[in-house]
């Protein structure tokens, strides 16, 4: 089980996703989203990170994934150190 860690976003690895989609329905805020992309085998819709800045880091989509295709990352650039304004 993944904690929830401040200043993290989920990474989606695409090899492990099975495209089930709960990840995106679990997300509180609607960061996560449906993108439709052109493979091999066809048109494949897979979860993606759209919109980073509604992203709280709760980690319920990693919590949901069954698979193990996602895990937060943490941002670079911030420390998380400091007050909060």
Request: net charge positive; charged share 20%.
């Amino acid at each position: 089980m993944q904690d929830r860690q401040e200043n993290s976003y989920p990474s989606i690895t695409l090899a492990d996703c099975t495209a089930c989609l709960m990840c995106v329905d679990v997300c509180p805020t609607g960061a996560l989203g449906i993108v439709t992309r052109n493979g091999v085998r066809g048109f494949r819709r897979y979860p993606k990170l759209l919109y980073e800045e509604n992203c709280v880091s709760c980690g319920a989509c990693s919590l949901e994934c069954a698979f193990g295709a996602i895990s937060m990352k943490h941002k670079a650039g911030v420390s998380g150190m400091g007050a909060r304004s």
